[in-house]
């Protein structure tokens, strides 16, 4: 990453930080800081972040190992990241009408993986997501085995997690990355 990309992305998430100290409560920004500034891969993953519209934020630490935990906070899906099926074998399935991708295979891409349904909880009760959109979520395997995969949306003051088929796909759903740096 060129020194200007990465002072510009620092910047917007310095800003992002300032702007919603309730998502990490004692973490300072020169920590977060001092963390990225030694960890290039973590640099790229947030700036595709950043790129596909998540407005990625620290959104606390993982005491056992002392990582940030970063999380895409933009009110809706990303809007880089929808119409995708749930993960590649999905989409190697269709027969027609494929879609551009899927969650799964663009989470590695991008270096980030899906909040699990405990994940997604968490960070709902940092704020109001996805009141118009939905996220694909990480799926237990047995789930997963018998052709479905979870997701979740907020509506009615309440957040749902549901099951769908993972060869489907919709202009509203996409899914919520988190990144441990």
């Known amino acids: 990453m060129k020194a200007a990309d990465k002072h510009t992305l620092l910047q917007t998430l310095a ?3 300032q702007r919603h100290p309730e998502r990490h409560a004692g973490i300072e920004w020169a920590d977060v800081a001092a ?31 002392g990582e940030l935990l970063f999380c895409d906070c933009a009110a809706e899906t990303p809007s ?5 099926c749930f993960d590649d074998a999905a989409l190697h399935a269709r027969k027609e009408n494929k879609p551009a991708g899927s969650a799964m295979g663009m989470a590695a891409t991008l270096g980030i993986e899906l909040l699990d349904e ?3 909880r968490a960070l709902q009760a940092l704020g109001e997501f996805d009141l118009k959109t939905s996220s694909w979520l990480a799926t237990p ?20 997690t549901y099951h769908n088929g993972v060869q ?7 899914f919520r990355g988190r990144l441990r740096a």
């Open 168 to 174: 489907s796909y919709y202009a509203a759903r996409g």
């Open 118 to 120: 405990a994940q997604y």
């Open 141 to 160: 395997d047995e789930v997963r085995a018998l052709g479905g995969a979870l997701f979740g949306d907020r509506r009615y003051g309440r957040v749902f």
């Open 15 to 17: 800003e992002r930080f």
């Open 80 to 84: 880089g990241r929808r119409s995708l």
């Open 35 to 65: 963390r990225l500034d030694a960890r290039s891969a973590a640099l790229r993953a947030l700036q595709a972040m950043e790129d596909s519209g998540g407005e990625p934020d620290v959104i606390g630490r993982d005491e056992a190992t």
